[in-house]
């Protein structure tokens, strides 16, 4: 019902910028928070970063000051700007919704995207 497309990711040596990008499509009313997530190997998944319908917005530690979460709400699209990249920073990213159908708008439901691979390395 609902499809996340990731878009953005890939190769960037340290110290570089990259910007993901997350459309959602689909049946949908309206989105609550929208978020990224990242998943290196052997650990587990963990917020970057997050943002709701009305701006608020909120960060990880790790990449605050260096990553800027953003969204266009006509589009359904949420943006991750990454500046100053480090190999750290390598790993799945994966965007996150949360989203009110026509058809249930009163039970919103979590959608993920497929992930969209970002590597920091010289």
């Known amino acids: 019902q609902v499809q996340l497309v990731e878009s953005g990711g890939g190769l960037v040596q340290p110290g570089g910028s990259l910007r993901l990008s997350c459309a959602a499509s689909?049946?949908?009313?309206?989105?609550?928070?929208m978020g990224w997530y990242r998943q290196a190997p052997g650990k587990q998944r963990e917020l970057v970063a997050a943002?709701?319908?009305?701006?608020?917005?909120n960060y990880a530690d790790s990449v605050k000051g260096r990553f800027t979460i953003s969204r266009d709400n006509a589009k359904n699209t949420v943006y991750l700007q990454m500046n100053s990249l480090k190999p750290e920073d390598t790993a799945v990213y994966y965007c996150?919704?949360?989203?009110?159908?026509?058809?249930?708008?009163?039970?919103?439901?979590?959608?993920w995207g497929q992930g969209t691979q970002v590597t920091v390395s010289s």
């Open positions: 996150n919704a949360d989203v009110a159908l026509r058809s249930s708008w009163w039970k919103p439901i979590d959608y």
């Open positions: 689909g049946s949908i009313l309206s989105i609550n928070a």
């Open positions: 943002i709701t319908s009305g701006g608020s917005t």
